[in-house]
Structure formats: structure tokens, C-alpha cells
């Protein structure tokens, strides 16, 4: 009786044990419904990660660009300093180098001035022309100087006079200045030879009618 009860029991057992494996393998009509939709969530998931990770790929190798372009600008820019530094190096030696003694020509000057007219001329006697008619050139003054400075203290001055009168055609040629100077200051300087006067070259700026005469002053000392 005892076995059997038992028999019983083990078969009520195996009975509801496979009930319950059987309705756990067997899934509902409705979780057969949600099945598809987590299915395509979890791939939008994945999708989403995937464009992300993209993305970030993409900043970096921008970021890695930028910072490989940024390397060269600054290679180049060392490579050209670093080609400037001869440069710079001639520039010093050159400057500390002493420059070298000045020549007979660095010292010279060399200036020229002309007063001239141009004229025409009618004159008649009884109606006829007499000279001098007709158009003139003439040349008052031509001044060539030649100015040479020995050193901070002495200096030497030349100029030339030139005459041109076309109503007689003739040409004249002086010395108008030839002296040396000895400026020891500014309320000191001696010259000794044939210079101008003081007054005459302040009066010939006032004048202004060099070009037709000398002036006055001039005219008694050429």
C-alpha cells in the first residue's frame, strides 16, 4: 500500500513537473508579439553606438590633422630662423667692423648754378633795324663750385664764373671764389683766399632779379 501511495505520488510529481517545463518552453502569443520590437531596438541601439563611435573617429583624426599641420608650421618656421642666423651674424660682424676711410670723392661736392635770359630785341632807325635786333640768349652766370672737406675743422672751396653774351658772342670765364676754411666753431671760422663778402649773398636771395643783373654790391666785386 505504502509503495504504492508512493508510485503515485512520483507520477503526480513528473506530472506537474513537465506541465511546468512545457509552459515555460511555450512562450505566449503576446511575448511572441514584443519579440520583433526588441529585436529592432536593440539594432537601432547598436546603429546609434556605431555612428557615434564614427563621429569620434572622425574628431580625432581632424584633431590629429590640425595638430600635424600646427608641427609643420612650427618645424618651418625653426628651419627659418635657423637660416636667417647667417644673416644676422654678417649684419653684427658688419656693423662691429669699422667703416673704412673716407675717399678724396666721399669728401666732394660738386654744384652748379646759372642765371640766363632770353630776349628779343627790335630797334629801328627810320624804319629800318638796327643792332642789336633779334632774339639773344645769354648766359649772366654760370657758377661751377667744387667744394672738398679735409676734415670736421678744414675745408677748401672753388668756383667758377662763366659769361655768355650772344649780341657780341663772347665768352668769359673768371674765378669767383678759391679760398680754404678753418670753421673752430660756430662763432669762429677763417678763410683765407677770394670769398664772398657777407652782405652779398644775403642780397642776392632778396633780389631776385639775378638772372636780368648783379646786384650793385656785386657789380663792384664781380
Same mark, same amino acid.
Given at each position: 500500500m505504502t509503495t504504492k501511495i508512493s508510485l503515485l505520488t512520483g507520477a503526480a510529481v513528473g506530472v506537474f513537473l513537465a506541465t511546468g517545463a512545457a509552459a515555460? @518552453? +511555450?512562450p505566449t502569443a503576446h511575448e511572441a508579439d514584443r519579440a520583433p520590437a526588441a529585436a529592432s531596438a536593440a539594432a537601432a541601439r547598436q546603429a546609434a553606438e556605431i555612428e557615434a563611435l564614427k563621429a569620434q573617429v572622425e574628431a580625432l583624426s581632424e584633431r590629429l590633422?590640425?595638430?600635424e599641420q600646427q608641427q609643420r608650421k612650427l618645424q618651418d618656421q625653426a628651419v627659418g630662423e635657423v637660416q636667417t642666423l647667417?644673416?644676422?651674424?654678417?649684419? @653684427? +660682424?658688419a656693423s662691429a667692423t669699422p667703416n673704412p676711410k673716407p675717399g678724396w670723392a666721399d669728401s666732394t661736392q660738386v654744384s652748379g648754378r646759372?642765371?640766363?635770359d632770353l630776349t628779343n630785341l627790335k630797334q629801328t632807325r627810320d624804319?629800318?633795324?638796327v643792332a642789336p635786333s633779334g632774339v639773344?640768349?645769354?648766359?649772366?652766370r654760370f657758377y661751377l663750385g667744387v667744394d672738398h672737406r679735409f676734415n670736421d675743422t678744414y675745408s677748401a672751396n672753388l668756383t667758377t664764373d662763366v659769361q655768355y653774351s650772344s649780341a657780341i658772342g663772347a665768352t668769359e670765364l673768371y674765378i669767383k671764389k678759391a679760398f680754404i676754411q678753418g670753421k673752430y666753431s660756430d662763432a669762429l671760422t677763417v678763410?683765407?683766399?677770394s670769398a664772398d663778402m657777407p652782405w652779398v649773398p644775403y642780397v642776392e636771395d632778396l633780389y631776385g632779379y639775378r638772372y636780368f643783373e648783379k646786384t650793385?654790391?656785386?657789380g663792384l666785386t664781380r
Open positions: 515555460q @518552453a +511555450a590633422a590640425a595638430t647667417p644673416d644676422v651674424a654678417k649684419l @653684427a +660682424a646759372m642765371y640766363f624804319g629800318a633795324k639773344g640768349f645769354d648766359v649772366k678763410r683765407l683766399g650793385i654790391a656785386d
